[in-house]
Structures are given as C-alpha cells and as structure tokens.
C-alpha cells in the first residue's frame, strides 16, 4: 500500500494518466474514510449516555 | 367619573408583579448563558452528516499552475524550512512557483531565500519590498500584484512562513477546485512544535476542535467562517472576483477574504485530510497578543458585515440563522457568560427555587457537551488526542469540571463526599458554595486574566499553567475577547503584532 501510493504519487509528478488514477483513488478514500464518522458521533453520544445512565441509577 | 379603575390598581399586588418581572428578566439573563452551549452542541451533532453531505463527490483529479504566495518579515530561522517542504510537495514541479514576499527584513531572510531561488531557478522567486512593517495583508498584495501580472497562475495558495505542508495536501486541496462553484479551499492547521508544553497542547486541542471538528459541520451547513491564514487556497477566478487583493483595512484579512469570496456567491470548503503543521505560542502572553489581533479582526468584520446578519439568502449561506447563532456565540461569549452569573445570582437573592433548578439545567447541558465535544474531537485527530489528552480532558478547567458534577450528580460533592470525609458543612457553607459555583463561568475569565499577568513574575513558570488548568483554556481566550471589546471601544492603535516564529515546527 506505502509503495503503491509511493508510485502514484510519483506518477502524478510527471502529470500522466496513471497520476490521475491515483488521485481519484485517493479522492475516493478520502471521501471513505468520511464515513467513519457516524461510528465515531455514536461512541462520543454513548459515552454521554452512559454518564446518564449512572446519574439516574445512582444520583436520583 | 368611574372609579373602579383606581380600585383595581389599588388592589393589583404591585410587588408580586415587580418579583415576577425580576424573575423573568433573570431566566432570560440565565438563558443566554445556554445559547452559546446548545449552538456547540448543534454544530457537533452536524458533524457525523459530513460523513455523506460533503464535497468528495464533485471533487475530481486536478492540478491547476499554483502560485505560492509567502508573506516573511525577519523569517530567516523558519523560511530555508519551509520553501523545501513546499519543493518537496507531491505536486508536478512544472505546476508550482513558490514567491517569498520580503517585508523588508532586517535579518538573513534575503539571503536565505536568495540561495533557494538559486538552487531552484524559476520555481522560487523572491521578491522584496523597500518600505515594510505595512501588515501581512500588504506584503501578501505586493506578491499578489507580481504573480496577477501574466496568465500562469491559475490558483494562488496564500501561507505563512513558518507552516509546514505535508507532502500530499496541496494536491487534496487542489481536488475541489476542479468544481468550478469552489472559489477557495483551507486545509487544517495542527499544531506542531516538536518541543511542545501545556500551552501548545491546549492550542493542538483548540485546532481540532475549532478545525477538524467545526469547520466539517461548517461544510455540511454551507458556510465557513474563517479560510485559516496559513492555508488558503483561491481560484484565480474567485482571486480576480474579489478584487485581486486581499482586505487592508482589518486585522482579520483571512475572515474578510473568507467573506467576499462566499458573497461572491462562490462556495468555500474545507478539506480535513490536507494537514499543514504550523508553530504555536509556548507563553500566554504571546498567545494574548495572537488571539487579541484576531479577536479584534473579528469585531471588526462583525460591524463591516453587519447587514448579512441573520439575513437568509439564496447567493451563500453566511445569513443563515445557524451560522449568525455560531458566530455570535463566539463573538459574545463573555458577555452570555457574564449575564448567566448576574442571573444565577440575582434569581438566588431573590429567593427563587428556580435558581437551583435553571443552574442544574444549564449545566447538565453543559457537562453532556463537553462530553460529546472532547469524546469526538479526540477521534477525529487520534495523535494530538493522544498527545493532549489531558488538556483534552481538562479544556473547561478543573473548577468547571467540578460545577459540572455538582449539577450532573445532584448531592454528590455538597452532600455524600462531606459526609464520606466527616467534614459538616453549615447553611452558611452551602450558600458561599452556591454562590461560588453559580459565578463561577464569569470569576474563571479573572482567573485566565490573573494566568497572563503572573507569567512575568518570577513565580509564572509554576503560577501559570497551574491557572490555566483550574480556570481552563476557553476562559482565557473569552478573556482575550472581552480584551479586544475594551481596545476596539478605545479605538487602540490596530497594528499588526507579528507572532515570533522560531522554527520549532517539524
């Protein structure tokens, strides 16, 4: 993967078609890595349910 | 003559009337305390939708001629850095001229960045001006005038002289421009001293928080606020649209360019996977003096845009309710926290319960917030979450993280931990803790105001961070803030502070 992306990257020094390929792919993994957000937000919003959760079992 | 109507005034119960008058005044005050927390839990909730309204989609592979435009006034320990990093980008050679702007510096800047010129003929081109000390909007329109001269350039990226790109986000921010409805993209700006302290930490926090995390829900809302001034990308078409010079009359030229371009009607985005590394204040004073250029930049571009506010329109998304609510909360976030205090007070002198319960209230929003804020933004930039995790954790202060868990585990630290400790605590006790923790967001910006005033001391090296922990980093930069009110009311002299760079940044 590091060497493929060596590769692409150095390909698109010389602005030829396979540096185009390799800059969609990377577009498109960027665009992939955007949906680990949603899991993210969920495990941010379940840590404020849990504290919740002991404030109404134990606090109230 | 009808009397009756004496009567019924006589018999109107004026001081109930007048009590209940108060009081609504005082749940109002208390109200405004909660905007500013509700508009940051909003925006953080709209995060996780950039995971499928973002701009990836209408991105393509492009590699538009970049003219790199470096403002440099006595740089000569950081520029040599920075024009390798920027030959070394993965981005066609042919594709890059890179022009120093001296500022007429006084150091070895001209020499240094002659030698660079010479070792990459036609790619690095230094150009300097005799008269200097004009501000960085000045420096940057005399490279702007040069590089607008021929037709080569067909994007200009606008840095500082000490940030540091990675090699492969020039080329990641260049991708959205192939949308011909992007006028200027920013990259996000990490904190990245290699020598860093408690300060540089809280600000890598800062970064992700106001950064990574802000300006995503900013894309998925359609309107930014601020292009970073490190790392601002334009089209030469939006370049030429707004005026083909940056604004001269403000200290927040990046804010006002960010402006412009978005009521040009021309879209701005923000691409979180471009990381440009830049130096960061290690001293409050010299983050005072940082933050108070652009806290008055700020003011300034509230008033000049004082007719977009609140003003909805088809053309860009500055006029939204929901980016008019961020902005002020930030703007005004002194005074919510001031008025919060009078209310919490003024409600408790009354006699009211409603005290108690709009202070838990308040707070308990607050504490689920802060949560959910400091739990995302630490995944969203793993290593300087990592790094800071303690100013993570720390960012609203111990005191506030203790006024967090009285409201959030009503009893537990007033009540169960005394008696754990066989500590009695009087009436007169509980009413001074009471009155501590319900003024307690207004006194922590005197506490971030005491941080910056014992640093000289001798007695600051220990005194100083040990503030900023209790107080907490947001306080200090509302007390930056109420600063900047008092000096723009005075009509202080506006000049530009430049803040020292020492090349610390890798």
């Known amino acids: 993967m590091g060497q493929d992306r060596k590769n692409g990257a150095g390909a698109l020094m010389s602005h030829d078609n396979m540096g185009r390929v390799f800059l969609q792919r990377e577009i498109t993994q960027n665009r992939r890595r955007e949906l680990l957000l949603i899991p993210k937000a969920l495990l941010a919003l379940g840590v404020v349910a849990g504290l919740v959760v002991i404030r109404q079992v134990f606090f109230l | ?506």
Request: glycine share 8%.
């Open chain 2, 1 to 506: 003559m009808d009397t009756r109507w004496l009567d019924v005034l006589a018999e109107f119960d004026w001081a109930a009337f007048g009590i209940g008058s108060l009081t609504a005044i005082l749940l109002a005050f208390v109200a405004t305390g909660a905007v500013p927390i509700l508009a940051t839990a909003y925006q953080f909730l709209a995060i996780p939708f950039h995971a499928v309204k973002n701009h990836y989609g209408k991105a393509a592979p492009y590699l538009p001629r970049v003219a790199v435009v470096v403002p440099a006034w006595n740089e000569g320990l950081v520029i040599g850095a920075s024009i390798e990093r920027l030959m070394g980008l993965e981005y066609p050679r042919e594709c890059l001229r890179i022009y120093v702007v001296d500022d007429a510096s006084t150091d070895d800047t001209p020499q240094v960045v002659r030698e660079k010129a010479e070792l990459y003929p036609g790619s690095v081109v230094h150009l300097r001006r005799a008269k200097g000390g004009e501000g960085k909007a000045h420096t940057l329109n005399h490279g702007i005038r040069e590089i607008l001269k021929d037709d080569w350039m067909q994007a200009l990226l606008i840095m500082d002289a000490d940030v540091i790109y990675m090699p492969s986000s020039l080329r990641r921010m260049t991708a959205h421009l192939a949308d011909k409805k992007v006028g200027a993209v920013t990259a996000y700006i990490r904190e990245g001293s290699h020598d860093k302290n408690y300060l540089t930490r809280f600000i890598g926090m800062e970064y992700v928080l106001s950064q990574v995390a802000a300006r995503r829900a900013q894309n998925v809302l359609g309107a930014l606020a601020c292009l970073a001034g490190g790392a601002q990308l334009h089209s030469r078409e939006n370049l030429i649209t707004i005026g083909g010079q940056i604004d001269t009359s403000s200290l927040a030229e990046d804010t006002i360019t960010t402006f412009k371009t978005q009521l040009a009607g021309n879209r701005v985005v923000f691409e979180p996977h471009a990381v440009v590394h830049a130096e960061e204040p290690q001293l409050i004073n010299s983050l005072w003096k940082q933050r108070l250029r652009w806290a008055r930049g700020n003011v300034q571009v509230t008033s000049k845009y004082r007719r977009i506010w609140f003003r909805p329109s088809r053309k860009h998304g500055l006029g939204d309710f929901s980016f008019g609510i961020f902005w002020f909360s930030i703007f005004l976030l002194p005074v919510a926290m001031v008025l919060s205090s009078v209310g919490l007070i003024g409600l408790l002198l009354l006699q009211s319960d409603l005290a108690a319960v709009v202070f838990r209230a308040t707070w308990i929003i607050a504490a689920c917030t802060y949560v959910y804020t400091i739990a995302l933004a630490v995944q969203l930039d793993g290593p300087t979450g990592w790094r800071s995790a303690r100013e993570a954790v720390l960012f609203p202060g111990v005191v506030s993280i203790i006024v967090m868990v009285t409201a959030f585990f009503p009893g537990l630290l007033e009540r169960d931990l005394p008696h754990l400790l066989g500590v009695p605590v009087s009436d007169t006790g509980d009413l001074i803790w009471t009155i501590f923790v319900y003024a307690w967001i207004s006194v922590a910006m005197l506490g971030a105001w005491l941080a910056k005033v014992v640093e000289s001391t001798r007695f600051g090296r220990v005194l100083t961070p040990l503030l900023v922990y209790l107080v907490g980093y947001g306080p200090v930069l509302c007390a930056v803030t109420v600063d900047s009110y008092i000096k723009e009311f005075r009509h202080a002299e506006a000049k530009w502070d430049k803040t020292e760079k020492t090349g610390r940044v890798h």
